[in-house]
């Protein structure tokens, strides 16, 4: 029995000479430290220079984590006690997170069949007290950014691009994360590019990306490799978040294969769409301007019976078919209990927090069936999945369920290129 792989794990396949090059020279410095050492390679600040010239931008930062990228987005735009921040329900627990570290806290917005937020519904959630939308690009599809972009110069909004996943995508002309005011990307195993565990942080305002970069410096100020110093007035507190010399090297190479990788991505993603009878499954809308890296493929059934029913028949085909790996943030106890790691129930007690349910996105999550693009795939093994797919088709059909009712929005999925 061919094993048709099934993994996420994008970035780590392409790991090879050059990272395993890259880290024994970092070892051979002594100098693992992004600011110092015996003879200090400075891999961090080429990383950051190479991430600049590849957005077209002019401050990014590397630091410790994906998660630690998202607060110091919130660090930079001064969201912080008695604020809110508008974010999809449909998402990593980081991103709101993230927000309630900072003393802020998560407004949920509900998503649609694109599975990234429903612009629609964002302006009934806006409150007095919000003062951002977080625009998470969920499995390498970006957001409509045209239309959140809109509503945040209309409410007086910042806008944070949570790139976790979505590495390389562009709306438009532009790469997600340089349109919004201050962006995240990660760095962790299952990413389309990766040393691990890391984060990038990037911010259009000058003087708010110096205060989160002093802020990952435990919030001292540092000229050039120097000690920083902590008696500047620009200076606070802060958190280490700081990546390593070693995190740095492997990312930097990463970051030079991510052309091939992203292409590679796309190709795959055709290659599986062209052989799926779309007259019979529903994929995940794209918005208009989308050019995705997939990561995976979306089926979005009518009904939650019809789309356990097809997760049900493909693995007993051997592919493994299944939800998505995180459930919708509103039904988690933090945020159902207002659960605190303290007492005094912070950040929820720093206002008037209530819980939007959103019982659209929990009904759509139920109703879609997720399969990851590993880069291992073969040709051999696309023409197994869409036999798969074909012949767990007629078995749906034998037992009652109806093809797909596509409209031509529906299709945009298969045009990008």
Not at 101 to 117: H, K, Q, W, Y
Not at 236 to 263: M, P, R, V
Not at 325 to 343: E, N, V
Request: aromatic content about 10%.
């Amino acid at each position: 029995m061919n094993i048709i792989p099934s993994d996420n794990f994008i970035g780590t396949h392409y790991i090879g000479q050059e990272e395993e090059n890259a880290v024994i020279e970092v070892l051979k410095s002594k100098s693992l430290f992004r600011y110092d050492g015996p003879r200090l390679l400075n891999k961090s600040l080429f990383l950051e220079e190479s991430l600049n010239s590849f957005f077209g931008i002019e401050n990014s930062l590397v630091c410790s984590s994906g998660a630690a990228a998202l607060k110091l987005c919130c660090v930079a735009l001064g969201i912080g006690p008695g604020d809110e921040v508008l974010i999809p329900a449909f998402t990593f627990i980081a991103s709101a997170g993230a927000v309630l570290s900072c003393g802020a806290i998560p407004n949920f917005l509900e998503i649609d069949e694109s599975m990234n937020v429903d612009c629609k519904k964002i302006e009934e959630r806006i409150t007095p007290q919000t003062k951002a939308i977080m625009a998470v690009h969920i499995q390498g599809v970006p957001c409509n950014m045209d239309l959140i972009l809109d509503i945040a110069k209309k409410h007086g909004l910042y806008v944070i691009e949570d790139v976790a996943q979505a590495f390389g995508a562009r709306y438009d002309d532009y790469y997600v994360g340089t349109l919004g005011d201050a962006a995240a990307f990660s760095l962790q195993a299952g990413k389309i590019i990766t040393c691990g565990e890391g984060g990038i942080f990037i911010c259009k305002s000058k003087d708010g990306f110096e205060r989160a970069k002093r802020y990952h410096d435990n919030g001292g100020k540092r000229i050039d490799n120097g000690y920083p110093i902590w008696d500047d007035p620009e200076c606070s507190f802060g958190e280490n978040f700081k990546i390593t010399e070693i995190q740095s090297a492997i990312a930097l190479e990463q970051l030079k294969k991510s052309h091939i990788i992203i292409e590679k991505q796309r190709e795959l993603y055709c290659e599986l769409v062209k052989g799926i009878d779309v007259t019979f499954y529903n994929l995940r809308n794209f918005p208009p301007k989308a050019n995705p890296v997939p990561v995976s493929i979306c089926f979005v059934f009518h009904s939650i019976s019809m789309c356990e029913s097809f997760i049900q028949e493909c693995k007993k085909r051997n592919l493994e078919m299944d939800k998505y790996c995180d459930k919708i943030l509103t039904t988690y106890t933090t945020f159902r209990m207002k659960s605190s790691w303290h007492s005094s129930g912070i950040p929820y007690t720093n206002a008037t927090y209530q819980l939007n349910d959103c019982p659209i996105s929990e009904e759509l999550s139920k109703r879609t069936a997720w399969f990851p693009i590993s880069p291992l795939l073969t040709s051999g093994n696309i023409y197994t999945i869409h036999t798969i797919f074909d012949e767990t088709k007629d078995t749906l059909i034998g037992i009652g369920y109806p093809k797909s009712e596509l409209s031509s929005s529906n299709l945009r999925h298969r045009e990008f290129k």
